[in-house]
């Protein structure tokens, strides 16, 4: 079998397809250290690994280590001629041997990480010297070979400037310290033209520097990067400034200084409008390259077209006229003459209207035409222009080559722009300039330039991404508020201002339904908007179109349902935390109310649980917070705590990643106990609390049963059977009964289990429960097995299945207590030592498990088909079967017949020569034993040990 090592990064060692694991790190250093040299003296080795012990257990503690190395990867993995030598067989090893990676690209392809990257060992001072040694000599090699093939390829007569920007960010990760490296990063970027990310690059190494060293980049990396912003703008040469109030948007600006110097040089200027959702950044990138503009050389007039006079003609040109051109004096004659017929255009004389508009459009023509100035029209909300204004506007930057504009809009679509400028774009007089949210990276980039580097942990940065999306405003505003202490989470008074602005230009019907839909705080479907708004179907998609339209919600569409959700989640939370407390709590238990109906006991019902719990809880609604609570944790115990259970059909696929750790099971637990006691508290003993009493005392016992705090858990099933009887619930008082049989199980006592079969078969026999009449059949086959009447017992296991297989439906739901009975038949050939018969039996079971996910029982299943082979004598197959259970084991996290897989598993380490970690899991079985306090298992020990002695006496 192969045998692959990887010794650049994390190191591995497979054999085959399964990763090797070594019981004793020592051997595995030893394994990595003769890879890297092929061969050394057992001196050495002894001295490498062991110099603070004597000679003689220095040579024994390496004598076991290299049979460790040989039991795991195989007897000709060492090769010796000489008894002092040992020689590692490289010609079985697939690997990276880097003393023969003489090429650079072949050893840069090769190096993945650090040589042994994370690799430690404890007491072996003289090994990790020169593992030390090593790692640096490699990374250096690695580093040399870089700029090796960067040099190479900066000598060709057509240079890939590509693969020179990813050797150069290969250099800056290994250092990002590395000016060189970045230099040539620059240089890369700057022959590809990609401006933006060479920008970024230096702002990141500058950020760098400043943090770390308290210094600037040296001259050489300064020129380069003076060199990227003149490459930009051919014809202007730049200088290095502070870009952090234009970070993310480099190259957009660059564009607006490019186009300026065209317009500067009385060349046709193209007018821009920037796009973009509220908050996005576009005020901040106009306003970055207005600031920047001589002011003696050009006349900025800054305007809003407001919603309310879109109605208005000439509304914008009005409001510019008396609040820009008036205050700049562009022309005092034409300055007082057009204000004179703005008085006489707001009369209602319709005789003159129509001569008065058309000298107002003449009149602002010429007074365009004639000025001497240079004019940049900074226009906010472009959109909503009135239509004389637009038509105006665009004549005016059609034949007029000393005016352009700077628009912005928070409508995304360029379309809807364009349609109202068709003469600009066809002249392609008109661009725009699309601003998108950052992606996590760049906001995490951001954040480490704003932040002082003791603020920065992986934490805040996940936090910073999911408050703000990207957004650029409420990033500004999170940085500010952890800056001065305050909680980054909460609105501040500027997000009221800029939310307010947002909301007020909704309709009424609009505003009501955003607030209800703000009660979601994911997504939630047109249905449910439906089933909880007064508005009438056809008038509600309206109103949800208008709130799609102004970018307040956003739609998706799953599994065929048409969902909708906020476009931030800040604005949800304003929405929402801006209504009363009272209206809230009744909207939330509406909503639960809704979703109860959607219950169908099926998988699905799994989410729905979440959703009410959620809704209730935020109504103040515990008692049916605590009963959904107790459903959905008991749907998961149910399947992870049961040793078999009863499955709804989709089941399998809904819990095979949900089996919970004793962590995840003891919080949930704590956490529905403090709910149960404030219920309790609040509403007094009424029955459904009792019932959310009783489900929680079964949950908890079960648990503790499981864990083997028998008396303890006992306490908590009794308490659950005394409820149950004081309140005529047979179900309860069945489920109760059963988690005793299950105690009686764990701790090998069949009369007391005979007991609690009784009491459990009189209620099913009474209230004509079929299918539970069978899952105590299977009790009852147990029970038999315990007393040593087998006959008796596979009867009644027989009988068990048939009343599981009376139909597919039927077979589907109580799989696994089928599973379980042919379990038991199989335990009792194994006992009798049937063994083939047993495998048949155990085999069937184990395909249910596999079909069903269901680990709890998969690992019982394999485990004694493990102890069958092993008595069979085939060890082999005995181990597969064990090491499946020790899967199956770690999945679920749980104590049950551990001691059992410890044992078996023990005893074949002990088999296969590896004696240590054979006796270890003996040893560990023990303890496991003693703490279920399992007279077999303790039984079971005491034989292994004695076989182990045998096996060992037997060599």
Same mark, same amino acid.
């Given at each position: ?22 019981? &004793? ?8 250290? @003769? ?26 503690? @390496? ?47 090769? &190096? ?69 490296? &970045? ?46 912003? +003149? ?64 002011? !003696? ?49 707001? *009369? ?13 459009? +003449? ?10 100035? #240079? ?55 008109? /661009? ?12 995490? @980039? ?20 999911? /408050? ?67 508005? !009438? ?12 339209? #102004? ?45 109860? #109906? ?58 095979? +990643? ?10 949930? @637990? ?155 038949? *199989? ?45 069979? #004598? ?82």
């Amino acid at each position: 079998m192969s045998i692959v090592c990887n010794i650049f990064g994390i190191p591995s060692i497979k054999k085959g397809n399964a990763e090797v694991s070594f019981p &004793y790190k020592k051997a595995k250093a030893i394994f990595f250290y @003769l890879l890297v040299n092929n061969h050394s003296t057992r001196d050495e080795l002894a001295s490498l690994f062991w110099d603070e012990l004597s000679d003689s257990l220095a040579k024994k503690n @390496l004598r076991n280590a290299l049979y460790q190395i040989r039991s795991l990867l195989g007897d000709d993995i060492l090769l010796s001629s000489e008894k002092s030598l040992v020689v590692l067989n490289t010609d079985i090893i697939t690997y990276t041997n880097p003393e023969a990676l003489s090429e650079p690209e072949v050893f840069i392809k090769a &190096y993945k990480g650090e040589f042994l990257q994370g690799f430690s060992i404890k007491n072996a001072p003289l090994f990790e010297q020169w593992y030390t040694q090593a790692k640096q000599q490699y990374k250096e090699k690695y580093i040399q070979n870089l700029y090796t093939s960067i040099n190479e390829e900066k000598a060709k007569s057509e240079i890939n400037w590509n693969k020179i920007i990813k050797y150069a960010k290969l250099l800056t990760e290994v250092d990002d310290f590395d000016e060189k490296a &970045y230099q040539i990063l620059l240089e890369g970027y700057k022959n590809t033209k990609a401006y933006s990310q060479a920008i970024e690059s230096y702002n990141k190494l500058k950020s760098t520097l400043e943090r770390e060293l308290g210094i600037e980049p040296d001259e050489a990396t300064t020129t380069i990067f003076n060199e990227v912003l +003149d490459a930009m703008n051919e014809k202007r040469q730049n200088t290095v400034s502070d870009f952090s109030e234009s970070f993310g948007k480099y190259s957009q600006l660059r564009l607006l200084e490019q186009n300026q110097e065209e317009f500067m040089l009385d060349k046709p200027p193209t007018s821009f409008v920037i796009l973009g959702e509220a908050g996005i950044g576009k005020s901040n990138l106009i306003s970055n390259f207005l600031n920047r503009l001589d002011k !003696k050389t050009v006349l900025i007039f800054k305007s809003k077209c407001i919603k309310t006079q879109k109605n208005h003609p000439y509304s914008y040109f009005k409001n510019l006229l008396v609040n820009e051109i008036g205050d700049k004096a562009l022309i005092n004659s034409w300055n007082e003459h057009l204000k004179s017929i703005i008085s006489m255009m707001e *009369g209602n004389e319709e005789s003159i209207l129509d001569l008065m508009e058309s000298f107002f459009w +003449d009149a602002f023509v010429a007074m365009f035409k004639d000025s001497n100035s #240079k004019i940049i029209l900074y226009i906010e909300d472009i959109h909503n222009m009135d239509e004389k204004s637009r038509n105006l506007l665009e004549y005016l930057l059609t034949n007029n080559i000393s005016t352009y504009m700077i628009g912005s809009s928070s409508i995304k679509d360029k379309n809807m722009i364009s349609k109202q400028f068709l003469a600009l774009i066809e002249n392609q007089r008109l /661009e725009f300039i699309s601003l998108s949210r950052w992606d996590y990276s760049k906001v995490k @980039l951001f954040i480490s330039q704003q932040l002082p580097k003791h603020m920065q942990t992986e934490t805040l940065f996940d936090d910073v991404y999911f /408050e703000t999306q990207g957004n650029f405003l409420f990033i500004k505003y999170y940085v500010a508020a952890v800056l001065s202490g305050k909680d980054p989470k909460r609105i501040s008074s500027d997000m009221v201002f800029y939310f307010e602005e947002r909301l007020n230009d909704l309709s009424n019907p609009a505003q009501d339904v955003a607030k209800l839909i703000s009660f979601f705080f994911e997504d939630t479907s047109f249905e449910m908007i439906n089933s909880l708004s007064d508005i !009438k179907e056809s008038k509600l998609i309206d109103v949800i179109q208008e709130l799609t339209d #102004k970018d307040i919600l956003k739609e998706s569409i799953q599994n065929d349902s048409i969902r909708f959700s906020f476009t931030h989640p800040k604005l949800r939370q304003y929405i929402y935390e801006s209504q009363t407390e009272i209206k809230r709590r009744f909207i939330h238990n509406q909503i639960g109310d809704v979703i109860e #109906k959607q219950l169908h006991d099926k998988p699905a019902d799994m989410d729905l649980y979440h959703r009410l719990i959620f809704h209730y809880m935020r109504g103040a609604n515990k008692v049916k917070a605590l009963d959904y609570s107790v459903k959905s944790l008991n749907r998961y115990l149910n399947y992870s705590h049961e040793l078999f259970p009863i499955l709804a059909s989709g089941d399998e696929a809904l819990f095979k +990643d949900a089996y919970m750790s004793r962590k995840q099971t003891q919080a949930y @637990l704590l956490e529905i106990e403090n709910l149960l006691k404030e219920v309790r508290q609040k509403e007094g003993q009424t029955r459904d609390v009792i019932i959310g009493e009783i489900a929680f005392l079964h949950m908890k016992g079960r648990y503790l049963i499981r864990e083997g705090s028998y008396e303890e858990g006992t306490k908590y099933i009794n308490e659950m059977i005394s409820k149950s009887i004081e309140i005529n619930d047979d179900d309860y008082a069945l489920e109760a009964y059963k988690q005793m049989i299950y105690y009686c199980i764990q701790i090998s006592e069949a009369d007391k289990m005979q007991e609690y079969i009784q009491l459990a078969l009189d209620i099913a026999i009474r209230r004509n429960y079929h299918k539970e009449t069978g899952i105590i059949l299977r009790f009852k086959g147990l029970y038999y097995i315990l007393k040593k009447e087998y006959t008796l017992a596979r009867e009644v296991l027989t009988s068990s299945i048939n009343t599981f297989t009376i139909s597919k439906e039927v077979a589907e739901k109580y799989a696994l207590n089928i599973a379980a009975a042919y379990n038991y038949i *199989g335990e009792i050939h194994r006992i009798n030592n049937n063994y083939h018969e047993a495998i048949i039996a155990y085999e069937k079971a184990i395909e249910i498990g596999k079909s069903k996910n269901a680990y709890t029982s998969l690992m019982v299943f394999c485990i004694n088909a493990g102890q069958a082979m092993y008595h069979k #004598k085939d060890y082999d197959k005995a181990k597969e079967y064990l090491d499946y259970a020790k899967h199956c084991q770690s999945m679920v996290d749980i104590l049950w017949k551990k001691a059992v897989l410890d044992v078996y598993l023990g005893l074949i380490y002990i088999i296969n020569k590896d004696k240590a970690s054979g006796m270890k899991l003996i040893k560990t079985a023990e303890t496991e034993a003693k703490k279920m306090k399992n007279p077999e298992e303790i039984g079971l020990v005491a034989w292994a040990k004695q076989e182990a002695k045998a096996h060992l006496e037997s060599r």
